[in-house]
Nanobody, 120 residues
Framework: VQLQASGGGLVQAGGSLRLPCTAS?????MGWYRQVPGKQREMVAI???????NYADSVKGRFTIFRDNSNNTVYLRMNSLKPEDTAVHYC??????????????????WGQGTQVTVSS
């Protein structure tokens, strides 16, 4: 399985971005992690194939994750962006029946990173 991610860029604080990620096959869990230099990769949002979503506390109310299962695509809509959202964002996916969505080791498939930079 391959994941193709895109949609990063430079945006001013308060702005919005949308990150799409398309998988080459059907997967149960799909979502996004992010990482800044010197820190561990952290979960941003994960959605199950059935639509159940989990968010990091830091993005609740600002980010929305949703899936188009017909196209094996997951989208992360990021609103009210803050400078602290600046990071390389990675699409993650797994075909397991359940997952510890906060643990990156739970995900077998990763896309290439896409940089999100939020200026103040």
């Amino acid at each position: 399985v391959q994941l193709q991610a895109s949609g990063g860029g430079l945006v001013q604080a308060g702005g919005s971005l949308r990150l799409p990620c398309t998988a080459s096959g059907s997967l149960n869990f799909m979502g996004w992690y992010r990482q800044v230099p010197g820190k561990q990769r952290e979960m941003v949002a994960i959605a199950s194939r059935g639509g159940t979503a989990n968010y990091a506390d830091s993005v609740k109310g600002r980010f929305t994750i949703f899936r188009d299962n017909s196209n094996n695509t997951v989208y992360l809509r990021m609103n009210s962006l803050k400078p602290e959202d600046t990071a390389v964002h990675y699409c993650a996916a797994d075909s397991g029946g359940s997952t510890n969505y906060k643990n990156p080791a739970s995900f077998a498939y990763w896309g290439q990173g896409t940089q999100v930079t939020v200026s103040s």
